[in-house]
């Protein structure tokens, strides 16, 4: 085995395990690190403004490949200021791979004042983790970083922290650099799931309900023909939209929470939850009519039954939970043409009814989905048009749509676009975000102008944390604090030197085709009043 | 009894326990307890434009004033996002109250999905703060409120976090808000401290380091008699700055790694008393720095006692009591004695004086010329801002501040906000370098909604330079240190503050005695070569 420092170790072990970028920002117990990354090129970094940056562009980068993104951490400040997008990649089931610093492995929370020390920031961390290692010298790294990696394919993809003490990085020990590997991942238990093809095919009524593990772990195609064999009508969460074209005849969309939907589940009798959790936001506080006959495939065995009781729980990868369905079905086709009538008039019921009392919201939608082609990205966060998208932007292509449903961060559109045209840079990028979110993440347009991100943010601007001072004036008739003073965001993006452009609702489709053609980072500020999505009884 | 709902509870609390200064967001967890603040006109609430604002400034406000601040978040976002800044109190040692609210109590630990929902936010609180409650019923609030204050006040100070579940954000309950309790410092033990001052009496030269919990306990007038008495040297830590004004004939300021005078004046005392100081790597060259053998400490936290060099006295107090006692039973040294000491204090003075060479030294100079001597100064984790220390001098306690240990980068801008918050009629200024404003600029909103007169010296060197030298010095190239920034001026226009660029430290000295006379905050971009 190789002779050669913890540094060397980390880096190539990235390049071993074929991780191409990383996002972060250097710091003294990272100097050592960066100092080797620069020796190399097959491993990219990309320097930010903020910690919270690099892992929110890092959730953007493994949303549109599937595979985990990664952050390098400095001890502290750094560590912590990475706090949120962590949380969110728990909440929202998104693999990250944190390779953080800490401080000296002798002066480990001991209260020492030493520069950047934490009470106890491996505690944290494991917390905000589905598992964290401390290595005990630089001979651990490489099987570390490994065996997070395993795990963000082999588990439901959530962040996985490898922490270093800084005096490892620079250590010397004899290293085993390992390989990338595909690992198998759960494939379900044939008898259950011959079961469950059986009360499936044998249904009238079965509806299939499309969760974020169908995007993660690339089963879109699977569920497809699945839904066509069994002639079943598709409803998607929000995280799992692009799940099916939302104009695929199956295609009820994203819209669990509206009357005619939640009648239609109601007269189901039976559902197939592919990588689901049927979470707070998606069931309205648990509040819809989820069948009784609910067969729920998911790679985290917690999650069957767990929110709502399930007839059949599988344990597996979406993809090869829901092929080894279509292989049970055996070439079985079934024809249910009044059933799918039905849920496509429950479909349009919502549409037609959004179209006539919440015109300007729906002409908004229209107008970036018409500006966009099909495979352009679009990231979006909590304001009151990301409400509305969730449910009328449709989505055509899986890993298009990113939206941070469960941990509900403002501010997480626009690094995440940064961050999914990095890694993808053939599509157009597309921020939807509110003036108070905007402001969260807005230093990040100093790293988008520098490295020529060229994506283009929407401000849906009303001057207030508008989301929360309808809540306010609903559940208590009276609003507090949720005002705000704001810059002129067209100023804004121009003394970053990025382009700022103003568009009323109305012009808001021209000016984004606009925006597109520049290859610029762009900025668009509408000014505009919107109400709260309405839901139909 | 009361009935209030847990949100009412949670203000009643604070406001009894004298809190009345609330800085946060709200959010869709957090109405309950916004909608109550309309019926508490004795708080004042500071909206943030990020969560680590409300943090720092609470931080800042508490630094400046010793008194508490409230930050408020939502659960999750709320919670992750002032996690740096209840670091950064932690570390320093600075009380602020942070009020979350939680996942219903029927939720906690189960990852339904819910909104907000983290994997432990308890443990997540618990390892990054020393003082942490869930609250189970409504009625529990205000104890747990008073808990918490106390725990900032009567013990070492530092962030405490208070978790309050949703369901009893509404919920309706009996509650008995109990009044303020003031806690009584903690007095020393009279045999301990005889002994003490026996030791100290007995040493030929004595030297006395004041650490950051001098300025902590407000103890600055005893610990200048006890020097006088003692004619002994006083130095500080970073966090002790002001403890002594630095232009008192016993003062030889902030130890700087590498000074050698200081160095010598340490190896020939045969005493040392150490008040509020951990004896941090910072300050001790990483515990290497030769202390002399009788280390008398006060503290009021007795883990730090003797825990990185021997303690011959230990006395776990408060530092004011402790320092009256001894300042009232020490006889005066002979006046031959203290004159030559003073000479001898004078000559190291010299020695560290600053060369007026740097341009870090003429920065500093104007800044300190355009600051009253009771003014503020924030630091941030910048070039300019490391000469600080040893070329900024300071004559007041809670007059200095820097994000020593944790070393955050952006503390400054919202710490300052926060500190002019709670003292309105001093003077302040934040020093902040280019890459670290990025981090908190968007408090810029907040200070102008406030209308501060605050000036905002960004020290603008195109990157992260700390580390661009360290590299060049090491691997003799670089990586990604330099940054596009954006044009600061235009920058601060787009908010609408005020914004001038500046090029030298006289122009500087204007641009801060005429950003007061604004009733809004001023960018001033300094560009460094």
């Known amino acids: 085995m190789p002779l050669m420092t913890g540094s060397d170790a980390v880096v190539q072990s990235l390049i071993a395990e074929e991780i191409d970028l990383v996002f972060g920002i250097l710091g003294y117990h990272t100097e050592h690190l960066y100092g080797r990354l620069m020796q190399q090129d097959k491993v990219r970094h990309i320097l930010v403004r903020h910690e919270q940056g690099a892992g929110f562009m890092a959730i953007g980068a493994a949303r549109v490949t599937g595979r985990a993104g990664t952050l390098f951490s400095t001890a502290g400040p750094g560590a912590l200021n990475g706090a949120t997008p962590m949380g969110e990649a728990y909440g929202d089931s998104v693999p990250l791979l944190n390779i953080m610093a800490e401080d000296m492995s002798q002066y480990l929370y001991q209260d020492r004042g030493i520069v950047h020390e934490s009470q106890d920031q491996f505690g944290i961390f494991s917390r905000l983790s589905q598992w964290s290692k401390q290595v005990s010298g630089p001979a651990e790294i490489p099987a570390a970083i490994h065996e997070g990696l395993r795990r963000t394919q082999v588990n439901r993809p959530r962040p996985v922290v490898v922490e270093i003490p800084v005096d490892f990085f620079t250590d010397e020990a004899e290293v085993d650099i390992l390989r990338a590997e595909t690992h198998d991942r759960p494939s379900g238990d044939a008898a259950d799931i011959q ?296 100023k804004y993006a121009e003394s970053f030197g990025a382009v700022g452009l103003r568009a009323s609702p109305e012009q808001l489709g021209e000016t984004l085709k606009h925006a597109l053609t520049l290859e610029r980072p762009c900025l668009i500020d509408v000014p505009v009043t919107l109400q709260r999505p309405l839901v139909m009884s | 009894m009361p009935v209030m709902t847990g949100g009412q509870a949670v203000l009643a609390s604070i406001e009894a326990g004298g809190v009345d200064t609330i ?51 939502i659960t999750g976002p709320g919670v992750t996002n002032i996690a740096t800044p209840l670091g950064e109190a932690q570390a320093e040692s600075s009380p602020v109250l942070h009020v979350c609210t939680t996942l219903e109590s029927s939720m906690v630990g189960r990852d339904v999905g ?107 007038k005893p610990l200048i008699e006890v020097a006088e008495k003692l004619s002994a040297p006083v130095f500080t830590t970073v966090n002790g700055k002001g403890a002594v004004p630095e232009d008192h004939p016993l003062s030889v300021g902030c130890r700087w790694r590498g000074d050698q005078s200081f160095d010598n004046l340490l190896s020939s005392a045969d005493a040392m008393l150490v008040v509020g100081s951990r004896l941090s790597a910072r300050n001790t060259d990483n515990w290497r720095l030769p202390l002399p053998r009788n280390i008398i400490q006060i503290d009021i936290d007795s883990r730090i006692i003797g825990r990185h060099y021997p303690a011959v006295k230990g006395i776990h107090a408060h530092a004011r009591p402790t320092l009256e006692k001894m300042a009232r039973n020490m006889p005066t040294r002979p006046v031959e004695l203290h004159r030559n000491r003073i000479r001898e204090i004078e000559a190291i003075r010299r020695s560290t004086r600053a060369s007026g060479e740097e341009p870090a030294v003429g920065i500093l100079a104007a ?125 601060g226009r787009a908010f609408g503050v005020s914004a001038v660029r500046v090029g030298s430290p006289s122009d500087l000295c204007r641009a801060i005695r005429a950003a007061y006379r604004r009733r809004r905050p001023t960018v001033i971009d300094y560009t460094l070569n």
């Not at chain 2, 009279?190 to 004595?206: D, H, K, T, Y």
Request: aromatic residues 8%.
């Open chain 2, 367 to 491: 800044v300190r010329e355009a600051l009253p001597r009771d003014g503020l100064l924030f630091n941030d984790m910048t070039t300019v801002c490391y000469q600080g220390p040893r070329h900024f001098p300071v004559y007041l306690p809670r007059t200095f501040f820097s994000p020593v240990y944790f070393g955050t980068l952006g503390f400054s801008v919202p710490a300052a906000i926060g500190a002019k918050v709670a003292m309105p009629e001093r003077k302040v200024v934040a020093l902040v370098g280019d890459g670290g404003f990025m981090f908190t600029s968007q408090e810029l909103s907040t200070a102008l909604a406030l209308e501060l007169p605050l000036p905002i010296v960004v020290l603008n060197d195109g990157g992260y330079m700390e580390l661009e030298v360290a590299f060049r010095r090491t691997y003799g190239r670089t990586i990604g240190c330099s940054l596009e920034t954006p044009d600061f001026v235009r920058l």
């Open chain 1, 195 to 490: 079961r469950a093809a059986r009360i499936l095919a044998e249904a009238e009524r079965p509806l299939i309900w499309a969760g974020g593990g169908t995007i993660s772990s690339g089963a879109w195609a699977e569920l497809q023909s699945l839904a066509e064999r069994l002639d079943a009508p598709v409803i998607t969460t929000s995280s799992g939209k692009g799940s099916i074209p939302e104009d695929h005849p199956l295609s009820v969309g994203n819209l669990a929470n509206q009357g005619p939907i939640k009648r239609l589940m109601s007269e189901s009798d039976a559902m197939l939850a592919v990588g689901a959790r049927f979470g707070y936001l998606p069931t309205a506080k648990w509040s819809i009519p989820i069948p009784e006959r609910l067969i729920h495939v998911d790679i985290d065995s917690t999650q069957p039954g767990k929110n709502f009781p399930v007839e059949i729980g599988i344990h597996a990868d979406a993809r090869l939970g829901v092929q080894g369905l279509i292989d049970a079905l055996d070439g079985a086709e079934c024809e249910r043409g009044e059933w799918v009538s039905a849920a496509q008039g429950a479909h349009k019921t919502v549409w037609d009814e959004m179209e006539r009392r919440a015109p300007v919201e729906m002409a908004i939608q229209r107008a970036v989905r018409q500006a966009l082609p099909d495979e352009a990205i679009i990231a979006a966060d909590p304001h009151l048009l990301g409400y509305w998208a969730r449910s009328f932007i449709p989505v055509y292509q899986p890993r298009t749509w990113l939206y941070d449903l469960a941990f509900g961060t403002l501010g997480y559109a626009f690094p995440v676009a940064l961050g999914a045209k990095l890694a993808a840079p053939g599509k157009p990028v597309v921020a939807l975000t509110g003036d108070g979110g905007f402001l969260f993440t807005s230093q990040e347009l100093a790293t988008a102008v520098q490295l020529g991100i060229n994506v283009v943010t929407v401000i849906f601007n009303d001057n207030a944390y508008g989301a929360i001072k309808e809540d306010f004036l609903r559940d208590y008739g009276r609003a507090y604090e949720v005002d705000l003073v704001n810059p002129d965001f067209v």
């Open chain 2, 114 to 220: 819910y909104l907000h929902e983290l994997r432990d936010q308890s443990g997540l609180v618990g390892s990054i703060v020393g003082w942490h409650r869930r609250v189970r019923r409504v009625s529990d609030i205000p104890g747990v409120v008073a808990d918490a204050l106390h725990h900032m006040r009567a013990g070492r100070p530092g962030p405490a976090s208070i978790e309050v579940p949703l369901d009893l954000v509404d919920k309706r309950s009996e509650v008995k808000i109990p009044r303020m309790v003031t806690p009584e410092p903690l007095e020393p033990v009279a045999e301990v401290l005889r002994q003490a001052i026996r030791l100290l009496v007995a040493s030929a030269n004595p030297v006395i380091l004041a650490g950051g919990g001098v300025v902590a306990a407000d103890a600055s």
């Open chain 2, 23 to 73: 800085f946060g967001i709200p959010g869709v967890h957090t109405a309950g307890i916004y909608d109550a603040l309309l019926d508490r006109p004795n708080i004042r609430h500071v909206m943030c434009r990020h969560e680590q604002g409300a943090g720092f400034m609470a931080d800042g406000y508490a630094r400046a004033s010793g008194k508490i601040a409230c930050a408020l978040t």
